[in-house]
């Protein structure tokens, strides 16, 4: 099991270019989430998806778009990127009947220019 | 909107000695609240939660307590050892369309020197 995987892992873009973010997990969860990390400011949470077809914004969703593409697949999509958008990226799944542990990916570190 | 504060936001202890971390959260209808531990250049790893029907829980070194008239829950480390060292997250979640949703308080950074 690779558990949740994220795609690419470094990426620097330019001030108005658009970029995907990947993010798959092995694991049968229903709920997956988009968390993104800066220093001192914590986790804080992009977009979450209780199952597949469903998405729900969080604390900080300006700027970002999200599509829950099946069950194992959620990605996050940057439109025209920001240097506000400079950040670690952390995708993370959980069941929430089992548990509601959050499995977190490696991250993917952003630069935008 | 749902807000989770933590204090401090970075400890220094000496080897041996115990560490306690706090967290305050807004929301009365959170129900979860985990602690997640992140290393240098890590992913956060769940160390140890606890459900809101408990007032306290314990893992070998690793204890957490839960206060939900306050709204607040602590972090207690016990005989810290250099791999203690790390980024510690709370977290408050509330029960929300068939999933729950995560708040996560801004770290602390637990040093411990040896």
């Known amino acids: 099991n690779a558990g949740v995987t994220q795609t690419p892992k470094f990426q620097v873009l330019k001030t108005g270019q658009s970029m995907t973010l990947q993010c798959a997990q092995d694991m049968n969860h229903n709920s997956m989430y988009w968390y993104r990390q800066d220093p001192g400011m914590g986790l804080r949470l992009i977009y979450y998806?209780?199952?597949?077809?469903?998405?729900d914004k969080g604390e900080v969703p300006n700027g970002y778009n999200v599509s829950r593409l099946n069950k194992r697949e959620f990605s996050l999509r940057l439109e025209s990127a920001a240097p506000s958008q400079t950040s670690v990226y952390f995708c993370?799944?959980?069941?929430?009947?089992?548990?509601?542990?959050?499995?977190f990916g490696e991250g993917s570190r952003l630069t935008v220019l | 909107g749902e807000n989770v504060e933590q204090h401090p936001s970075t400890l220094s202890v000496q080897e041996g000695d115990s560490a306690v971390i706090k967290c305050t959260y807004s929301?009365?209808?959170?129900?979860?609240f985990p602690w997640y531990k992140q290393e240098l250049g890590k992913r956060p790893q769940l160390i140890i939660d606890?459900?809101?029907?408990?007032g306290e829980k314990k893992d070998q070194r690793i204890a957490v307590t839960l206060n939900k008239t306050a709204k607040h829950f602590s972090l207690h480390i016990t005989e810290t050892q250099p791999e203690d060292s790390a980024v510690y997250f709370c977290a408050a979640s509330v029960e929300t369309s068939g999933t729950y949703k995560y708040i996560f308080g801004t770290g602390t950074r637990l040093k411990v020197l040896a």
């Open positions: 606890i459900r809101s029907n408990v």
């Open positions: 993370a799944s959980s069941e929430v009947s089992f548990t509601g542990e959050l499995f």
């Open positions: 929301d009365s209808a959170s129900n979860y």
């Open positions: 998806s209780a199952s597949e077809g469903t998405t």
